[in-house]
């Protein structure tokens, strides 16, 4: 949710814009400064940042994308395997231009049934494709390389695909691949239905974000807490599946705009009732910033704000002894549609009085960066947020 002042907004940033009182409640009473979650030399994403939310330094853990949503869908990874995030795209102007890299967020039911024709047309003994949800897929190549180039296909709305499209050992299978999945796509019943009802279709697979298992120590046994992970989304469920969190499913959501926000939060706090730690990931802010929609953005934080903050910290009154930290994973500005590697903005409230610095800062951008705190590497802020953090507050003169 983190972005860059915008001119429709009066030069403010959707969060300062937006109403959260609920998440300026915490930065005010509790503690507010600003996180660095992308290592220098790392392409910003969801998976590096998430990765150091949780405590993992993405210098020694991080492989891949691939691998992490393969953990999410129980596809279990050989030595030799490689897998890659498959998105169903369409593609523009002959299939040069990346004109949607969600395909206009197509269903998982629909999806489900390009996947299976994909596997049917162009899979293999070595190539197999998984489907996951939305537009977000899975492709495992046995025997493959991982000396590849690719590029996130939100990364590049718009552009022509010649020089973005894989380079490296091992590139020219995988853009055969891609090259051949049009074919399969092109006359498909589902396309022929979306193109009836004015949709764009799923004309094209584009393949990145490879990579091979890694090795990761279990959060859950680093702290010896019981811990849990709710996300529509299946990379941040892979690496909850990593980090020993239980992976909490939640009907209705769905990864965008429409999720069940309230569902998420509810079911936050029913599972800590018997165990010591919850993860809730939401994705519609940053949706809505690689669209540049910044009526959908502003209406993701407000919603956000009331239905899940609001309702966690009102629950949370039921325990004795708790903490809660809310901060935004990476920018996706919606200037430039993409993510950026800026820090942001992480608000900590604690119910020990002496825990809260206080200082009546509120929830944004410029405000964290007057609040002088800033924690760099990203990965430390875990251990500091459940092991160290009335010793950190202690530091900083409380």
């Not at 967020?105 to 999806?111: C, T």
């Not at 929609?293 to 903050?309: L, P, S, W, Y």
């Not at 609001?310 to 920018?331: C, K, Q, W």
Request: glycine share 10%; proline share 5%; hydrophobic share 35%.
């Amino acid at each position: 949710m983190t972005d860059y002042p915008v001119d429709e907004l009066g030069g403010k940033t959707p969060l300062e814009y937006a109403r959260t009182p609920n998440m300026d409640r915490m930065a005010a009473e509790g503690t507010l400064g600003l996180v660095d979650t992308i290592p220098k030399g790392f392409t910003p994403g969801s998976d590096v940042a998430n990765l150091s939310v949780l405590g993992y330094n993405p210098e020694l853990y991080y492989t891949g994308r691939g691998p992490l949503e393969a953990a999410s869908m129980d596809v279990r990874l050989g030595l030799n395997d490689v897998a890659f995030r498959c998105n169903l795209v369409h593609l523009g102007a002959d299939y040069e231009v990346m004109d949607s890299f969600n395909a206009d967020h197509i269903s998982s039911e629909e999806a489900k049934e390009l996947i299976a024709a994909l596997n049917d047309a162009i899979g293999s003994e070595s190539v197999r494709f998984y489907p996951g949800v939305g537009y977000r897929h899975l492709m495992v190549w046995s025997g493959g390389s991982v000396l590849i180039e690719t590029t996130p296909p939100h990364d590049i709305v718009g552009q022509g695909i010649e020089t973005h499209l894989p380079r490296g050992v091992g590139s020219e299978s995988v853009r055969t691949l891609m090259e051949r999945s049009r074919d399969t796509l092109k006359d498909h019943p589902v396309n022929h239905e979306r193109t009836r009802n004015g949709k764009r279709t799923a004309n094209s697979i584009w393949l990145w974000g490879q990579g091979r298992a890694p090795e990761m120590d279990p959060m859950t046994k680093k702290y010896s807490i019981k811990g849990g992970m709710i996300s529509a989304v299946d990379l941040l469920n892979g690496i909850g599946v990593y980090a020993g969190l239980d992976i909490i499913s939640v009907p209705g959501a769905t990864g965008y705009i429409d999720t069940n926000y309230l569902g998420k939060a509810e079911k936050a706090l029913t599972f800590l009732e018997g165990n010591d730690f919850v993860f809730i990931h939401v994705e519609a802010p940053d949706e809505m910033g690689h669209e540049g929609n910044i009526e959908g953005k502003v209406r993701a934080i407000e919603d956000f704000d009331a239905k899940i903050v609001g309702t966690v910290l009102n629950g949370m009154t039921a325990f004795e002894d708790y903490r809660v930290i809310v901060l935004s994973d990476h920018p996706t500005p919606i200037i430039v549609k993409t993510h950026t590697s800026d820090p942001g903005p992480f608000a900590v409230y604690s119910s020990r009085s002496g825990e809260n610095m206080a200082t009546g800062l509120l929830f944004n951008e410029k405000a964290a960066r007057q609040s002088g705190i800033i924690i760099a590497p990203g990965h430390i802020l875990m251990d500091t947020f459940i092991v160290k953090w009335a010793k950190f507050i202690e530091k900083q003169g409380i």
